[in-house]
């Protein structure tokens, strides 16, 4: 029995995983960074468009601090994000960003004087502020009310990814790569690192270890079509949910992001709406302004992907090969623009498309894109029900994104949840001696060897490949942007017939060592059960909120439904997640249910919003002489650990 | 798009270094091309429908994270953004990416080639000072064109073309290739970084480093990211020939 000994182990190595592993090493603790590939290949890389922080350099960002931000978040949240975690959230992304500048990252920096800009489709001369030269600078996305995303042209995740990684070879973290966690080790509600397997020699191995973080990224290969990497398959989410002791967070909140090419799913980043690029008709009709008049084009994700659809049901799209799409019109910011500010997205045209995006329309569909549920944790990023196991990013459902995410803010959270939850994990590793027996570990290795020779010895059965597709064609049609109670009913049914038919693989290639199909046999009865808990989930929440969008149920109905979905999985043998629910503390909110300002709203009220409203009015009044510190501390105090509590100077501002 | 879909013949190289017997071979797959398909698409398909022990990297599959570089039709490219319409007479040949360990069929170890690398060259910024930087106050101001240019040699992808494509790494195995060359030329750029040139030399003033390039720029004309192999290592060279 191969046993590998660590204090923090770190499954992924995106940035999240990469930041939790750099805090836990810098505060001297042997840390394992496990990775399916080269770290730097991580999925991380492809983020494009850039990274919310409120450093409020460039002009247009002028006057953005924490609280502009937190309102962002919280209204793109449509409220079903924890306010105590967005707060810690937007408290240390500028920090995060400083650190990384130091670390390495190029960030595209303000350039003093006149420059021109597209804005609502024409051109503006903007003055950037001669004292804010060299700063870093940010351009505008959707559901902001500042130009808040800090960038490097076009490959943010690129280089913040390259910073982050360099900076781990620099402490010598070892990332063992080409590794998979199969399944957690645990123990009477406490974790203990991982059962692994080697994909190149097949070997197992069990790491244990203190403290274990999951930071896989998300579940987008649930689905046909998607922006995700390959790698994206929610195996990490999937093996916390396989303990049947640990939660998942609202599973059912699946981001479709609006303009990615067709008909390959791959991502154009919102930076080109940012900078000014606008969406048309197959008439050349720019109809974003009809359906939002105030954000058009840079509304939240949620609500441009489903008027697009909205759209393209009135026979408004461009017809295809491959079904309907609209256009994304950037020409009109310029080849010089294009080529330094956008040129993955130019690169991506040329080879995927054959067209040059600097005089041609780009053809794109809402596709998905983003997972905002996943392993559910408290603010210190610990699952509330099995101890020591720690998720950050997009794997988990820490909770800062609620029903849909902002654009930014995604890479914004990796790498500042590394930063939070790393020195948790870190304090976690100080607290917690190691105590298991080698009995434990053994029981969890021979189960895993028994269930690989099971697949190994088995003549006939189903073929992994089939059922995977099978599963994301369900998803694609019954689970999508719009939702409704027949479909999800459906979905649920034939998922659950697939999940049946999972524990009958068999192989053609029946070999244990570096084998494509047998990692398939492994990955795709987890994906189910995923696949189940996002279906499931979303059939039994009657409302819609966010980037679940029910057509049976168009209201965001606060009254019944301010809750989170918590999806546990106790009993193997049963063919269904067990569903509960958390809810939210509308009386605790720094900032009570209202509209986002989208459409008409449509919103059951929660009894609770206008207590809560006249208690913060009380609280104002009361103290009137406050900063906008000392309110925030009164209105919502947050966990934040001691060295991330200091005020973020900004220019022009100081530290006010 | 014609009407009649042409079927795509694939040569492909197949050895499993772990297969107690297996031979090196090439095998053909046929594939009825479809609109748009790629390299990537077609892999997969024959893995899904005629041989499931096919093995290959892609991650991304969007030509962003450098996972899938191999030697289509006798040049090292990265495959996933490689379309099939690109080849007239419908006939592919996929090799791996020499130069790197191999661990089956079109699947090289270029990731523990690049860590190594990375070590080498020390790919950190140099400051004694990162670690206690005040990240509550401004950042460091930096010229916004000197942002721009570090990045333009930032792109790299680490996919490994340019250590394939180089005659000297053949004939020197531990030459540190263009890729190291690139990541120095990126750290010698940043004001970040304060090592010396003295102490860039100490990396890389040898034969296997800068000095040793015969100057054939292989790595100039495979870069799939249209890096600037041929000015960065001219550039490296006078400046550590001036130490």
């Known amino acids: ?656 | 798009m014609s009407d009649q879909a042409r079927v795509l013949k694939f040569q492909i190289f197949r050895y499993n270094p772990l297969k107690k017997g297996d031979k090196p071979r090439m095998v053909t797959y046929e594939v009825t091309e479809a609109p748009g398909m790629t390299i990537f698409i077609a892999l997969n398909e024959i893995r899904e429908t005629q041989d499931p022990s096919l093995q290959f990297d892609f991650v991304c599959r969007a030509g962003i994270c450098g996972s899938c570089a191999m030697v289509i039709n006798g040049q090292p490219d990265l495959a996933c953004r490689t379309l099939t319409a690109n080849f007239a007479d419908g006939e592919i040949t996929l090799l791996p990416l020499p130069g790197f360990e191999l661990i089956g069929d079109l699947s090289v170890n270029t990731g523990k080639f690049m860590r190594v690398m990375s070590e080498r060259v020390e790919s950190w910024i140099h400051d004694l000072h990162a670690d206690d930087v005040n990240y509550d106050a401004l950042e460091e101001r930096m010229d916004p064109d000197v942002a721009d240019e570090i990045y333009e040699l930032e792109r790299c992808v680490e996919c490994g073309a340019c250590v394939s494509a180089c005659a000297t790494k053949r004939m020197r195995p531990d030459f540190l290739s263009a890729v190291g060359f690139m990541r120095l030329a990126r750290f010698a750029l940043d004001p970040r970084d304060k090592r010396t040139d003295d102490e860039f030399y100490e990396i890389m003033g040898n034969d296997d480093g800068v000095f040793g390039c015969m100057t054939l720029l292989g790595c100039e004309d495979y870069c799939p990211k249209d890096l600037p192999h041929q000015t960065q290592i001219a550039y490296l060279r006078r400046k550590m020939a001036l130490i």
């Not at chain 1, 079903?80 to 920096?109: E, H, Y």
């Open chain 1, 1 to 656: 029995m191969k046993v590998i000994y660590t204090d923090s182990l770190v499954i992924g190595g995106g940035l999240a995983g990469l930041r939790v592993a750099i805090a836990s090493m810098q505060r001297g603790y042997d840390t394992i960074v496990l990775s399916l590939i080269p770290a730097k290949r991580s999925h991380s890389a492809a983020a494009q468009g850039g990274m919310q922080a409120s450093l409020g350099a460039c002009i247009k960002g002028d006057g953005d601090d924490e609280d502009v931000h937190f309102g962002d978040t919280v209204k793109g949240s449509d409220w079903g994000c924890d306010q105590d975690v967005a707060r810690m959230f937007v408290n240390t992304a500028p920090k995060a960003i400083r650190q990384l500048a130091a670390w390495g990252v190029p960030w595209s920096r303000v350039r003093g004087g006149d420059r021109e800009v597209i804005i609502n489709g024409e051109k503006v001369t903007i003055t950037e502020k001669h004292e804010a030269h060299g700063l870093i600078t940010a351009r505008d996305f959707g559901g902001t009310k500042k130009w808040r995303t800090c960038f490097t042209s076009d490959g943010t995740g690129h280089t913040m990814l390259y910073a982050m990684d360099n900076k781990a070879i620099q402490l010598g973290i070892p990332v063992h790569e080409r590794k998979e966690a199969l399944a957690l080790i645990h123990e009477d509600g406490v974790c203990y690192g991982a059962i692994v397997r080697d994909l190149i020699t097949g070997e197992l191995a069990a790491y244990v270890a203190k403290a274990t973080t999951i930071a896989t990224g998300g579940y987008g290969r649930l689905y046909s079509v998607t922006t995700n990497a390959v790698i994206s398959e929610g195996i990490g989410t999937a093996i916390a949910l396989e303990t049947g002791v640990a939660t998942l967070g609202n599973m059912e909140a699946v981001q479709f992001h609006p303009t990615a090419i067709v008909p390959v799913g791959i991502l154009t980043t919102e930076g080109c709406r940012g900078d000014g690029g606008l969406l048309l008709d197959k008439d050349g009709y720019r109809f974003m302004p009809d359906y939002e008049p105030e954000k058009k084009e840079l509304a939240s994700r949620d609500v441009v992907s489903r008027r697009m659809t909205e759209h393209m049901r009135k026979g408004k799209g461009v017809p295809s090969p491959y079904g309907d799409h609209l256009w994304l019109d950037i020409t009109l910011l310029g080849r010089k623009h294009i080529e330094k500010n956008l040129r993955e997205v130019k690169e991506i045209c040329e080879y995927f498309l054959g067209i040059d995006p600097v005089k041609e329309y780009i053809p794109v569909r809402p596709t998905q894109h983003y997972s905002m549920g996943g392993v559910r944790t408290n603010a210190t990023g610990e699952s509330p029900t099995l101890k020591g196991l720690f998720s950050a990013g997009e794997a988990a459902c820490w909770d800062m994104h609620g029903f849909n995410r902002l654009g930014g803010n995604s890479v914004a959270e990796t790498v500042v949840a590394g930063m939070i939850v790393g020195e948790f994990v870190a304090d976690y590793c100080a607290a917690n001696p190691l105590k298991i027996s080698t009995a434990t570990i053994a029981h969890f290795i021979k189960k895993e060897e028994k269930k690989i020779t099971d697949l190994l010895v088995r003549d006939f059965g189903e073929n992994p490949f089939a059922l995977k597709a099978q599963m994301q064609q369900i998803m694609m049609d019954k689970v999508g942007i719009f939702r409704n109670g027949p479909d999800l009913e459906k979905a649920v049914e034939e998922l659950t017939v697939l999940h049946q038919r999972a524990r009958h693989i068999a192989l053609r290639n029946r070999i244990s060592s570096s084998n494509p199909e047998l990692v398939e046999a492994i990955r795709v009865p987890k994906m189910i059960k995923l696949a189940q808990c996002v279906a499931y989930g979303a059939m039994l929440r009657t409302e819609s909120r966010g980037a679940h969008a029910r057509e049976d149920f168009p209201e965001r109905n606060d009254r019944d439904w301010l809750r989170r979905t918590l999806a546990a999985w106790p009993d193997d043998s049963t063919d269904l997640p067990d569903i509960s629910y958390e809810d939210l503390d509308v009386m605790k909110m720094e900032m009570p249910p209202g509209s986002r300002g989208y459409g008409v709203d449509n919103i059951i009220l929660h009894p609770d919003s206008e207590k809560r409203m006249a208690e913060i009015e009380e609280i104002r009044k009361a103290n009137s002489a406050a900063g906008r510190f000392e309110l925030q501390q009164l209105l919502n105090p947050t966990p934040i650990p001691e060295k991330f509590k200091g005020k973020n100077e900004r220019i022009g501002r100081g530290y006010k």
